[in-house]
């Protein structure tokens, strides 16, 4: 077997770093800029360059068990769904990947499978047992790569403890199955015992060494799942599977902290998961709560540890796998902190589970994921321990045969993998890369996917557009006409609601965000808006809801960049005049979500701006974060128009108008051809001198919008005549690079990153 060098580390996430980062930010915002000096806003946003250290998760080691592995037992899976060429019931029990796990420090864990194939209808011939496994871990030295089942315990009623039928209610055993329960998680008392969170009551069950069931089952006072055999005819409180899916105990023993793997059905915050305390020792809940708040409504709680430092590592996830996956995060809690404003208990990034390096090429090329950077992009990441020399250890459940993450048709295998936290690097600070709307190149803009996609593409910004809905709550779409970029138009329960409508002096039909609730717009999913140009982002159409501004800031503070700073959010107000003219300003919400979200302060990672110039003068007077005037290759700021005054965008980025500017915002965000026209045959011309007036006038200039396609690009860098056909993306950057440009919003910030990563001298 071949084994990791045992060593002393302590638990490093990326979080760990942001307070160095965030100082180096604090620091460059003091720096005074000729903004502040000629007695304009004074944000200061510039600053010299600086180094970042950064935290880079390691893979070290990977194992795998076949899926079609088959331990000893009866058949199974008689009733599962076929998928994936594998049709049951199987020939023995079949092990579906492994849902929580126990280090026993000598190299082995006991690894516990769920109820098997996903139902309780479907698994009543699967056992509940709990397997000794021992990895054969695949290094950077070789080794075989796989897990070895060494044996296992089974779980039974021999006692007769159930007062509700099982599945094997006449035998002696009464070995338990997952028609019966549905385990998730395990914790090891100290006399060996062990507690088992299940879903189906949701129970906590208390075994002996050999699996046998010590004391009747736990049920949480006013938890109720739809599978609760004492339901007697009443409504469920938690959803089906959205009970004990994970659950940590204390270090001393005593405690045991199961959390509710979804929401309360009655809860007005989806967002919210409680966890629990229950002592063991009394044998009852102590009636401590605490309130976790995941990223995105659907995101669910995977699996939970306690680290040497006594917090609570938890695995945040969605559901989703392969490149459609979103969210695959271990976060770190401790229930000693106070909890935010809104009661819930600050969280920190440890491992994004879809950006792991893997610097040794450990089974690169053998599937979606595995390359020179490992992801665990499976549904059911499930599994999380702090192994003793302070690494982390991370798997699945493979839902058998269900899921094929890793390649479409093959089921997963179940698979162990060794993650570093102590490797770190030092980054220089770059120009600054905005996501063009996320990854929008890649993913349906304005979703989380395309956010998240872009933060692994290592995007330092992440932009939002908002508008408001018709209860005044700000999310993330291009446009109030949602009809291009949302199902909308498949939901005949909302086609009296299309309509013409005039914005900013142009007549629209369609859908629009203020003719919904939240509760409505969250019925939805968004699509691409360019299919034809991408239908590679379309693929992923139909799958994603619309983020409100909140979910977005808290992705974002939830992230690190490649760099190793928090990822910046920059937000546009769409529309600001329009939405006055209805009652439903931008501005004051705006600000209000940043505050609530700890980023109203001069040295947040936000940049607030706009096309209009009236709303980013209020927005000085309300906020300290820095504004950005958004400036169009052709046209008018609308507010300008609705007043009747006669300047234009060319006028705004006049020497006099640039100083004007600065008065009020802190940058421009510029349309690529203000800073470098383009002659008659679509080739560069020689650039404008916006960049250098700006800079005199103490205005950082960001340029927009850098697409890969021909025909988004300058006729210097396209391959073809095929205008949707990806071009030389990165040629084009390094010129307006050259122009002296602060950073670029880009729909493919991938490319964008390495380019602005690379020497000065080597463009």
Known sequence: MTTIPQQRRRLTSPAALIALSAAASLIA???????????????GHSGPDRTVKTVVPTLEARATLSADHLAEGPASGAAVTPANGRTGPFDGQVIPGFSAMIDNGDGTFWAQPDNGFGSQANSADFLLRNYLVEPDWQTARGGAGEIDILRYISYNDRKGLLDFPIVNEGTDERLLTGADFDIESVVRAKDGTLWVGEEFGPFLLHFAKDGTLLEKPFPLTGAQSPQNPYLDGAQPTVAASRGFEAMAGSRDGRYLYPVLEGAYLADTDQRRRVINEFDTRKGRYTGRTWSYQTDNPLNVIGDAFTTRDGALLLIERDD???????????????????????????????????????PHGIDAGEGYGLGDTYALPVQSFETVLQLRDGRLLIGNDNNFPGNDARITGTPDDTEFAIVDLERTRVRPDA??????????????????????????????????????????????????????????????????????????????????????TLAELKTLRAKERLPQVRPQSAAFDGLYP??????????????????????????????????????????????AELRRNGLDRRDAPVILQSFETGNLRDLNRMTDVPLGQLINGSGAPYDLVAAGDTRTYADLVTRQGLREIARYADGIGAEKNVIIPRNADATLAAPSAVVRDAHR????????????????LAADFRSSADPNAPGDLAGEIRVFLDTGIDGFFTDNPDIGAATAAEPAAAR
Request: charged share 25%.
């Open 320 to 358: 989703f796998e392969g490149d459609q996956s979103v969210t695959k995060r271990v976060y770190e809690v401790d229930l000693r902190d106070r909890p935010d404003r809104e009661g819930f208990l600050p969280k920190n990034l440890v491992l994004d589970a879809l950006r792991i390096d893997n």
């Open 697 to 712: 006038a103490g205005l950082i200039v960001h340029a927009w919008t850098f697409r890969v396609e021909n025909q988004f």
């Open 29 to 43: 915002a003091l720096v005074p800029t000729a903004a502040s000096a000629a007695g304009g806003h004074g944000h």
């Open 431 to 516: 120009v600054t890369v905005v996501s063009h709307r996320g990854a929008s190149g890649y993913r349906p803009e304005h979703t989380l996917a395309s956010y998240e996609t872009a933060i692994t593409q290592c995007a330092e910004y992440i932009e939002p557009d908002v508008v408001s809905t018709k209860d005044g709550v700000l999310v993330a779409r291009h446009e109030n006409e949602i009809g291009g970029t949302t199902d909308v138009a498949a939901h005949p329960e909302f086609a009296a609601r299309r309509t013409t409508k005039t914005i900013d002096g142009v007549p629209i039909t369609g859908w629009f965000t203020e003719d919904f």
């Open 546 to 591: 619309i983020p409100t501004l909140d979910e977005v800031l808290d992705l974002a503070r939830h992230s690190v960049t490649c760099d190793g700073r928090p990822v910046g959010v920059y937000p546009e107000t769409k529309h600001p005049t329009y939405f006055d003219g209805i009652g439903l300003s931008l501005e004051e919400p705006l600000v």
